[in-house]
């Protein structure tokens, strides 16, 4: 059975990497993932190698993906660059 830690470092993961596929602009787009552990905390890296859609057809999409990111890490920083966008998050694991 999964911890509260493991499940919020799951869903985060998987809610960056779909937002990497699905709003990158680009439909065949590759995309990196990359993780660390130490000290007690997970930092975990998806990047995009396609570019941010338009603020107006964003607005009509319902995706709260980076929302629910922010709930569930402790920090989250999204790096946007013409060349693609790199979502970094971080969580404090609890001890067991």
């Known amino acids: 059975m999964e911890t509260p830690d493991q499940f919020a470092v799951i869903l985060a993961a998987v809610e960056a990497f779909t937002n ?3 709003h990158s602009g680009q439909a065949s787009s590759s995309v990196d993932v990359d993780g660390t ?7 975990i890296s998806i990047r995009d190698y396609g570019t941010w859609k338009s603020e107006q057809s964003l607005q ?3 995706g709260l993906g980076l929302a629910i990111i ?26 067991n």
């Open 70 to 95: 922010d709930v569930l890490m402790d920090g989250v920083r999204v790096d946007r660059q013409v060349d693609g966008t790199t979502v970094t998050m971080s969580r404090r694991l609890a001890a």
């Open 60 to 62: 009509k999409e319902d």
């Open 37 to 43: 552990f130490g000290d007690g905390r997970v930092t």
């Open 20 to 22: 990497a596929v699905e």
